[in-house]
């Protein structure tokens, strides 16, 4: 059985609403997060680690993420960041964990919970925290703005890149978990990904100097974004079929001296904006060669003659 000294007494008192006795608390160690790689490819800084340690002061352990059934159990009072001289992790820095001292009240409830953690049984722990900053390991751009083309997982030359965790902002809950995302401790971080809007997948795909990866849901917006391109070239296509079924039309009535098949070769390079005033020009001039009673109907105030000059050949 674990001993509580006075100073730990005191400290656990800071958070309960009367003060208990050494005999009414069960209290016990955990190692929160290091700075070791985990299982989704992130890892804290070490300053992340020490900013976290006062923010994860009084926050409540939640046991099998059971929040209804008496879930807040147990409640950080101490935390500290300790490094392992011994140990090096594999990013060359010295092994740092941040652990905490959490205490339970001896309840009959809690009573199987207590035994398994003093029998070894539940150990690994898991947090939830929010952090402001996830760095790419390879080039060191923040993630989230996506101005950086790694992805996590993937391996650049010798190094496999992750996301290096800092500037922790919040931190939520710690729990017993089954199986924790990192190695040593077990962290499931509230760190939101943000899912990734068409924009930034083709910014991504305009800035990659070399091959990327996509994830599933980027090539479901880029197959609805090419599905769409391909609609919008059909419809610009037939736009601009009428434009020079038009230009035509009125290239004849307006100019009939010219040559319309190499006028409208010479139109194909334009832009459907200068078609559309080219043909409003021809389209003007045309029904200034009719007779009043067969004018063409066009709203615009008459245009002066001189703004036609361009297309006078
Ligand atoms: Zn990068």
Redesign the pocket.
Known sequence: MTTVSEEELRQINEYTRRALSAEEVYVFSVTLCDNEVDRDFERFSIPALQGLAPLFLGKSGIFDHDQKAGGQSARIFKTWVEENKARTTAQGEPYTMLRAKAYMVRTEKNRSLIEEIDGGIKKEVSVGCSMGAAK??????E?RSM????RPGTCYGKEV?HLILDDPRDAYEWSFVAVPAQRAAGVTKAFKKEALSLNDTLERIKSAKSGLQLSADDVQRLKAHLTALEQAQRDAKTFRDKLFCDIEKYLLLALPQINAKQFLAGCRTMSADDLQELCKSLQTQAADTLPPALQLKHNEPKMNRQNNRAFCI
């Open positions: 790419c390991s390879i080039c060191g751009k993630h101005a950086c083309e790694h890149c």
